[in-house]
């Protein structure tokens, strides 16, 4: 089992920046890829990015590319989500989940994860 735990959600002005954190425990951390997911209401929950272990892919969903950098700390067990340029459209709950790891086919499908975390909440005012 892994237990996820998501914090550094908020509110943020369109052009501002948000950090999020995921402090992972349970299974070896070096063991898992880790990935960010965002769902608005109403709407179905989308890859973001993912990172594998130990930290020398990522993968980036075309939205987010350039805006957003995926990195890991493996001596904290914690993944982060720096979300740079922040739009309106950005808004939505975002979900820290777990995976075995990948070497070069990254996973971007919600039902290739095991593992969620409860989500943390990014609102991007206009």
């Known amino acids: 089992q892994v237990q996820l735990v998501e914090s550094g959600g908020g509110v943020v002005q369109a052009g501002g920046s948000l950090r999020l954190s995921c402090a992972a425990s349970?299974?070896?951390?070096?063991?898992?890829?880790m990935g960010w997911f965002r769902q608005a209401p109403g709407k179905e929950r989308n890859f973001v990015g993912t990172i594998n272990y130990p930290g020398a892919k990522t993968y980036y969903a075309d939205s987010v590319k350039g805006r957003f950098t995926i990195s890991r700390d493996n001596a904290k067990n914690t993944v982060y989500l720096q979300m740079n340029s922040l739009k309106p459209e950005d808004t939505a709950a975002y979900y820290c989940?777990?995976?075995?790891?990948?070497?070069?086919?990254?996973?971007?499908?919600?039902?290739?994860?095991?593992?969620w975390g409860q989500g943390t909440q990014v609102t991007v005012s206009s």
């Open positions: 989940a777990a995976t075995g790891n990948f070497l070069v086919v990254p996973r971007t499908r919600p039902e290739q994860y095991d593992y």
């Open positions: 349970g299974r070896a951390f070096s063991s898992l890829a």
